[in-house]
C-alpha cells in the first residue's frame, strides 16, 4: 500500500510538470519527490523505533532486566 502511494505522488508530480519543462525533468522531478518522501518516512520510523526502544527499556525495572542464570540440577 505504500509503494502505491508513493508511485501515485510521483506519477502526479510528473503530469503537473509534463507541459511547463522538458520532455525528461517531470520524470525526474517525480522521482525526486517520491524519494525525499521515502526518506522522510525512514528516519520518522527509526525515531519512534528508538522512542518505543527507550521507553520500554526504562519501563523494565533493573532486577527484571537482569535475571539470574538457572544454577544446574545435581542428581
Given at each position: 500500500?505504500?509503494?502505491?502511494?508513493?508511485?501515485s505522488v510521483s506519477t502526479r508530480r510528473s503530469e503537473e510538470l509534463t507541459g511547463s519543462v522538458g520532455p525528461?525533468?517531470?520524470?525526474?522531478?517525480?522521482?525526486?519527490?517520491?524519494?525525499t518522501i521515502a526518506a522522510?518516512?525512514?528516519?520518522?520510523?527509526?525515531?519512534l523505533i528508538a522512542v518505543l526502544l527507550a521507553k520500554d527499556s526504562a519501563a523494565q525495572p533493573e532486577s527484571a532486566a537482569r535475571e539470574p542464570s538457572p544454577k544446574p540440577v545435581r542428581r
Amino acid at each position: 500500500m505504500g509503494l502505491a502511494v508513493l508511485v501515485s505522488v510521483s506519477t502526479r508530480r510528473s503530469e503537473e510538470l509534463t507541459g511547463s519543462v522538458g520532455p525528461s525533468r517531470p520524470a525526474t522531478e517525480g522521482f525526486s519527490l517520491t524519494l525525499t518522501i521515502a526518506a522522510g518516512l525512514l528516519v520518522l520510523g527509526a525515531a519512534l523505533i528508538a522512542v518505543l526502544l527507550a521507553k520500554d527499556s526504562a519501563a523494565q525495572p533493573e532486577s527484571a532486566a537482569r535475571e539470574p542464570s538457572p544454577k544446574p540440577v545435581r542428581r
